[in-house]
Nanobody, 123 residues
Framework: QVQLVESGGGLVQAGGSLRLSCAASGRTFSGYVMGWFRQAPGKEREFVAAIRWSTGTTDDTDSVKGRFTVSRDNAKNTVYLQMNSLKPEDTAVYYC????????????????WGQGTQVTVSS
């Protein structure tokens, strides 16, 4: 049974930092893409960043470039999202996802999802 468990969310002031973790279990994720998505109230879910488990190559969306970094720890089977210079518009529930999507920025291609962790950035 695949499980993705996010942690690390919370309340932070604008300009601050948070590191989200996604602990993955239940299968071998080699060959998978691990994605981070977020959904703000009243808005659609959007792609944030992703990392290919085998190669470590990453992608992220323009709005977080230079501020967010996605990484993985193979030994711990955990993916991280380091978020710096946070802005109020980053406020959302952040989700971890795993799969072999044809397009990494489209959530429909991911097979597994975590329960989400709330990130709130105050101005």
């Amino acid at each position: 049974q695949v499980q993705l468990v996010e942690s690390g969310g919370g309340l932070v002031q604008a300009g601050g930092s948070l590191r989200l973790s996604c602990a993955a279990s239940g299968r071998t994720f080699s060959g998978y893409v691990m994605g981070w998505f977020r959904q703000a109230p009243g808005k659609e879910r959007e792609f944030v960043a992703a990392i290919r488990w085998s190669t470590g190559t990453t992608d992220d969306t323009d709005s977080v470039k230079g501020r967010f970094t996605v990484s993985r720890d193979n030994a711990k089977n955990t993916v991280y999202l380091q978020m710096n210079s946070l802005k109020p518009e980053d406020t959302a529930v952040y989700y971890c996802a795993a799969g072999r999507p044809p397009y990494i920025s489209r959530g429909g291609g991911y097979a597994y999802w975590g329960q989400g962790t709330q990130v709130t950035v105050s101005s």
